[in-house]
């Protein structure tokens, strides 16, 4: 990933978690304190993807990923961190899955992996 993309990727995932911070605001006058309790705790969100590259000694994976609804993130092709490095057990390149990530001060991180079936 080039230094332009990853400076795209973390803008739009600053505009992302900018957003639900004012939808949270938006809703306050409704009474909404469970809204604002989720917008408030970390953003989460799954999709399909290919495997692109595995850094196992720096604990990352290129993914090239469908949309990812929860994240409001559309398809692209970025680097994540992983959370447990023996989530990279068994992968190749090439290998279509499905996976889950969590946003944690400010990087998206890989929370769970598994092959598409």
């Known amino acids: 990933m080039s230094t332009l993309q990853a400076s795209l990727a973390a803008g739009l995932l600053t505009a992302v978690l900018a957003a639900a911070a004012q939808a949270a ?5 409704h009474g909404a304190s469970a809204h604002r309790h989720e917008a408030a705790g970390a953003a989460t969100g ?6 692109r590259r595995i ?18 993130m559309p398809a692209m092709t970025m680097v994540f961190d ?8 068994g992968l190749a390149v090439g290998d279509k899955v ?12 890989v929370t769970g992996i598994a092959p598409v079936r």
Do not use: N
């Not at 499905?98 to 991180?109: A, P, T």
């Open 55 to 72: 850094d196992r000694e720096g604990r990352r994976l290129t993914l090239r990923h469908g949309e990812i609804a929860g994240l409001d």
């Open 46 to 51: 799954s999709a399909q993807a290919e495997v």
């Open 25 to 29: 605001g938006d809703h306050a006058d």
């Open 98 to 109: 499905d996976f889950q990530l969590v946003e944690r001060d400010g990087r998206l991180v």
């Open 82 to 89: 992983v959370q447990d490095p023996a989530l990279l057990d």
